[in-house]
Each structure stands twice: as structure tokens, then as C-alpha cells.
Nanobody, 123 residues
Framework: QVQLVESGGGLVQPGGSLRLSCAASGSIFSIYAMAWYRQAPGKQREVVAAITRGGSTNYADSVKGRFTISRGNAKNTAYLQMNSLKPEDTAVYYC?????????????????WGQGTQVTVSS
């Protein structure tokens, strides 16, 4: 019902920057929260940053001061600006949105994941 499409990953040198985007499509009524997760090889998926409909943000300690999550003007898009990247930031990054979607039987909850985008930080 709700699809998320990510873009912006790639290879960057340590100290560099990348900006990830995540755009949602579907019969979205509202979005409660948007979040970015990452999963490195052999590790569990972890939350990196999240933003609520009201604009409140939270970050993992490992990325505070370096990453910034934001919402687009269209409200169905989220961004993750990543600065001062480190090799340990290498992972597949996923966006996750939660909210309400319109269906044939009215409005219901949804939670959707993007397909993931690879971020590699290496010299």
C-alpha cells in the first residue's frame, strides 16, 4: 500500500558527506514518524535517526553531531544528511515510515521499509 524508495548511497572517503533520500508513495493519510536504520555485515539493524510529525528528532549516540534527519516540503519525503563519515558508518541504510493509510475500509495503520541503499566509507 505504501512504498518507500531510497536514493543517495554510494562510496565516499572518510570525512566525506552523503545525503540519503526516501520518498513515499501510496494513499497516505498521515505519517507519524520517519526513521533511518542501518545494518552492517554481521550486525543487527540499528536505528540511526528519527523524526516525528511535529519535528522532534532523535539520534543514535554514534552519529550525533554528524548526521541530520529532516522532512521534505512535500511531507512524504525524508532525508539523512551524513557528514564527517567514518568507515564504521559503512552499512546498508533503510528508511522506515509509520502512519495512517487510506483503504477501501477507511483509514488504517501502516509501517513500511525502503529497499535499502549501500553506504561505503573507505579510502
Amino acid at each position: 500500500q505504501v512504498q518507500l524508495v531510497e536514493s543517495g548511497g554510494g562510496l565516499v572517503q572518510p570525512g566525506g558527506s552523503l545525503r540519503l533520500s526516501c520518498a513515499a508513495s501510496g494513499s497516505i493519510f498521515s505519517i507519524y514518524a520517519m526513521a533511518w536504520y542501518r545494518q552492517a555485515p554481521g550486525k543487527q539493524r540499528e536505528v540511526v535517526a528519527a523524526i516525528t510529525r511535529g519535528g522532534s528528532t532523535n539520534y543514535a549516540d554514534s552519529v550525533k553531531g554528524r548526521f541530520t534527519i529532516s522532512r521534505g516540503n512535500a511531507k512524504n519525503t525524508a532525508y539523512l544528511q551524513m557528514n564527517s563519515l567514518k568507515p564504521e558508518d559503512t552499512a546498508v541504510y533503510y528508511c522506515n515510515f509509520s502512519g495512517l493509510v487510506r483503504g477501501l475500509r477507511g483509514v488504517s495503520d501502516f509501517g513500511s521499509w525502503g529497499q535499502g541503499t549501500q553506504v561505503t566509507v573507505s579510502s
